[in-house]
């Protein structure tokens, strides 16, 4: 039983793997990403895990992937222009996957270690992965780490929000407002619009204005020349 | 089933991630990819956790999703200040920093 279920979790969870990394439409990818995820926390299941199980397929296929599944609405993105770029390059790139493989193969199955060849204690107590088990190390031997874990995703989720937070700076097409502070602020501090020369264009600067015609994942040649003023924001 | 076998599932999917990284040109799709690593690296962990019978490793296993959810936020919120600024959302058109 055991067997069976590893091989179809596994072999889902490859397969899924696959999925992401060669469907071409974003949003199957990512669909493909939660068949993934969820074959995982299977395997974890499989090695005594419950816990890690549970908090897999809350974290990631419930909130991980709503932010994906959310962002990828929003963002719009059709399917990604492939093969426009240098073939070589792709080539190359799935070269280094296949070294990866073998080379971490080598690694894993060359070792000789013979504890590999085991699958650990036969009988494993019933507190192994609990979350009473898991609760305790986390308060008593792992406190820093768990504190500092928990301020990196204070520090994430501030940052998440400065960073899409809309700036002062319009949007094509939208009335600009003045604020007070803006006759204080030097050139080039607003908004990150700004700062990409979108606005107020630095003499020489890189200019990444799309005209509204076209959508943001739209092939290249959008590019209007370097840094002339498209005052459309003034 | 022995370790061996859960390390080469984590080593494939490793791999595939790797290559979907240095393939992929929708930021999003990269992160993603990355997403596929870091699982991989979960499942190796976990699997060791079981080799030795001990739950630290589980432990390390959720501090590393943590990290991965840290990250996808941040990415995210890249994405997105990327799409509102009307740059274009291709990994290849970002060739340099400005800003």
Redesign the interface.
């Known amino acids: 039983m055991?067997?069976i279920l590893?091989f179809v979790a596994?072999i889902a969870?490859?397969v899924a793997?696959?999925g992401?990394?060669f469907l071409r439409n974003?949003f199957y990818?990512?669909l493909s990403?939660v068949v993934?995820?969820l074959s995982?926390s299977l395997?974890?299941l499989?090695?005594?895990?419950p816990?890690?199980a549970v908090?897999?397929v809350m974290?990631?296929v419930g909130?991980?992937m709503v932010?994906?599944v959310f962002?990828?609405a929003?963002?719009g993105?059709g399917t990604?222009?492939?093969g426009g770029?240098a073939p070589t390059l792709?080539a190359f790139?799935?070269a280094?996957?296949?070294t990866?493989?073998a080379t971490?193969?080598i690694a894993?199955?060359g070792s000789g270690l013979q504890?590999?060849?085991?699958?650990?204690?036969e009988n494993?107590?019933a507190?192994?992965?609990s979350p009473s088990?898991?609760g305790e190390?986390?308060l008593t031997?792992?406190l820093l780490?768990f504190e500092a874990?928990s301020f990196?995703?204070l520090?994430?989720?501030i940052?998440?929000?400065?960073?899409?937070r809309?700036?002062r700076?319009a949007?094509?097409g939208e009335e600009r407002m003045v604020a007070a502070l803006d006759l204080l602020a030097p050139t080039?501090t607003g908004s990150?619009?700004?700062?990409?020369?979108?606005i107020n264009p630095t003499p020489g600067?890189?200019s990444?204005?799309?005209t509204p015609s076209q959508g943001?994942?739209?092939p290249?040649g959008?590019h209007d020349g370097g840094g002339d003023d498209d005052g459309d924001a003034r | 089933m022995s370790t061996g076998w859960y390390l080469a599932v984590s080593a494939i999917v490793f791999a595939i991630g790797a290559a979907g990284v240095a393939t992929r040109r929708n930021p999003l799709l990269i992160l993603v990819c990355l997403e596929l690593m870091l699982n991989a690296g979960n499942l190796a962990i976990v699997a060791f956790a079981r080799q030795h019978g001990t739950t630290e490793g589980h432990v390390f296993a959720l501090v590393v999703m943590v990290v991965a959810a840290a990250e996808v936020v941040v990415g995210l919120g890249i994405v997105v200040a990327m799409y509102r600024n009307r740059v274009p959302v291709d990994v290849d058109e970002l060739r340099e920093l400005h800003g």
């Open positions: 055991d067997e590893f596994g969870a490859v793997a696959a992401t990394v974003p990818a990512v990403l993934h995820l995982l395997l974890f499989l090695l005594y895990a816990f890690v908090v897999q974290v990631y909130a991980v932010l994906y962002v990828n929003y963002v993105g990604e222009p492939q770029g792709r790139s799935y280094i996957g296949l990866l493989i971490i193969g894993i199955l504890v590999i060849d085991g699958s650990g204690p494993v107590r507190s192994f992965g088990e898991i190390l986390l031997k792992f780490p874990a990196l995703l520090v994430a989720a940052g998440a929000v400065v960073l899409a809309r700036r700076g949007l094509p080039g990150m619009r700004e700062g990409v020369g979108a600067g890189f990444s204005r799309i943001p994942s739209s290249p959008e």
